[in-house]
């Protein structure tokens, strides 16, 4: 399977914490993007790391990507309760997107 | 600028029936991918379209079928339904692989 996989499984922190997971691919890829999904609704894109970046920021937004190890990992500074929902990172291969399993981000006020 | 739109966005069935849903994806858009999302499996590719052409197909049975129309409009279809195949399908749509716009997804319920 392409798929990547999230850990942890699942987060819980507080409102101003910040928020790090990562994610572990199996395969070279050419880009990682990280994707965010509120409960039961559509995914919605986040940000995306070419795989000669080693970092890059989006607003509170902070991913890296390590090539060398396949591992990639997005950190939320300043974490708000409408963060709180579930992170995919998703990385191609053979034309197409493999998600990864999720982060399930909880943020408590 | 619109949005993907899924229609219907949620439909029960029965075992053994046939369950087509539908996707609008963003104009200019050609391209449109189809997922399938369970808990226990999370999110599968199934298949992606590109100008009427279906250019990949995830590992899904043959009962998994869908097209694509000349409008960028996309069809997917899940024949002889299974307890198995309720899930989340979701389709998203893009220009180029490296940003996908998902609807809202369609919630098929197999009783």
């Known amino acids: 399977s392409q798929q990547g996989e999230e850990d942890p499984q699942a987060l819980s922190i507080q409102e101003g914490e910040n928020a790090t997971m990562n994610c572990s691919y199996k395969?070279?890829?050419?880009?990682l993007q990280w994707y965010r999904q509120n409960s039961g609704r559509g995914l919605v894109h986040l940000i995306l790391?070419?795989?000669?970046?080693r970092e890059k920021h989006s607003g509170r937004l902070r991913v890296t990507l390590d090539t060398s190890k396949k591992s990639s990992s997005l950190l939320i500074t300043a974490s708000r309760a409408a963060d709180t929902a579930s992170y995919f990172c998703?990385?191609?291969?053979?034309?197409?997107?493999?998600f990864g399993t999720g982060t399930r981000l909880t943020v408590t006020p | 600028k619109a949005g993907v739109t899924q229609t219907p966005r949620y439909l029960i069935k029965t075992r053994g029936q046939q369950v087509t849903l539908s996707c609008s994806p963003i104009?200019?858009?050609?391209?449109v991918s189809w997922y399938q999302q369970t808990p226990g499996q999370g999110l599968q590719f199934l298949f992606e379209?590109?100008?009427?052409?279906?250019?990949n197909k995830g590992n899904f049975p043959g009962r998994f079928s869908g097209r694509q129309f000349s409008n960028s409009r996309s069809e997917m279809n899940v024949s002889t339904l299974e307890l198995g195949d309720s899930a989340l399908y979701l389709c998203?749509?893009?220009?180029?692989?490296?940003?996908?716009?998902f609807g809202e997804g369609s919630r098929l319920t197999v009783l």
């Open positions: 998703a990385t191609d291969a053979r034309n197409n997107l493999f």
């Open positions: 790391i070419r795989s000669n970046e």
């Open positions: 379209y590109f100008s009427e052409t279906q250019r």
């Open positions: 998203a749509s893009s220009l180029y692989l490296w940003e996908l716009f």
């Open positions: 104009s200019g858009h050609r391209s």
């Open positions: 395969t070279s890829i050419n880009n």
